[in-house]
């Protein structure tokens, strides 16, 4: 009940309401990011929307930053042959970002699409790809937060669909443990923040560490519960001979889920 003098914003309701169904509506209508990998893509494709966040953990060489750099070539599939047409920010806190790497991927995807004739404006080479993938180089958490504060007026003249962070991990793991957790959910605020006013995924990769229970020894990835509670998705990667393993153990849209493919 009011009090005399006592004002209420009365649209506040009505402006912000919407059904579940028109929120499930938006993210179909926003598109999916895919890997146009087959067997992944069986994942994928029930988590890597826009305003959400998808953690890819697992040990060095399971297939992460691959994986990241393919999903910023794809992201850029426009829309009419079932793309989302935006454009990526790539975030670096290690060494992994490889410019050959990357241009050879693009080459590769882009000779898939050499005879779409679907539009005349379309072109998809290996130099457009580059260019619509734009990198940040960060030392530490701090400049990564500091980063995230001015990535505001960046986003207002691009259009950015995905950020990756490869990795999250590096810079954290340089904090006193006593500060980190005020990081980390500082980190997660701003991105989702940012995420769902400039509607864009957000990829962040994570390492795995060894956690002692007892006399058992885990391998798990870094950080815990903090991360865990703070992500939409959690994607496990391994490698075993020629082949990639992908294990969904947490998804908002889906249950949990394993694929074997090849990158």
């Known amino acids: 009940m009011e009090s005399a003098g006592t004002s209420y914003p009365r649209d506040k309701f009505s402006s912000g309401y919407k059904t579940a169904f028109s929120l499930y509506q938006e993210d179909i209508q926003n598109g999916t990011i895919l890997s146009y990998n087959e067997k992944l893509d069986e994942i994928l494709k029930n988590v890597m929307v826009t305003k959400s966040v998808v953690e890819l953990t697992g040990h060095s060489g399971s297939g992460k930053t691959q994986l990241c750099f393919q ?3 794809s992201v850029q599939l426009p829309k009419f042959i079932g793309g989302v047409g935006g454009q990526s920010l790539y975030i670096s806190t290690n060494f992994n970002f490889s410019v050959e790497r990357l241009g050879e991927m693009a080459r590769n995807f882009a000779h898939l699409y050499d005879n779409i004739k679907g539009d005349n404006s379309f072109q998809f080479n290996e130099k457009i790809i580059l260019r619509n993938i734009h990198f ?25 669909k995905l950020v990756v962070i490869d990795s999250i991990s590096n810079p954290l793991r340089k904090l006193e443990a006593t500060n980190r957790l005020n990081i980390i959910s500082k980190i997660f605020m701003e991105l989702k923040s940012l ?22 020894a885990l391998t798990v990835p870094s950080f815990g519960d903090s991360f865990y509670h703070l992500v939409n998705s959690r994607i496990i990667l391994s490698k075993s001979h020629t082949y990639f393993h992908a294990h969904l153990i947490k998804s908002s849209l889906m249950g949990p ?5 090849q990158l």
């Open 257 to 261: 889920k394993e694929v074997y493919f």
């Open 136 to 160: 940040v180089k960060i030392d530490s958490a701090i400049e990564l937060i500091g980063c995230l504060a001015q990535l505001g007026n960046f986003l207002s003249h691009k259009n950015i």
């Open 195 to 216: 995420a769902d006013k400039h509607d864009f995924a957000i990829v962040i990769t994570n390492d795995m560490t060894t956690r002692v229970n007892g006399d058992i």
């Open 71 to 73: 999903l910023c070539i």
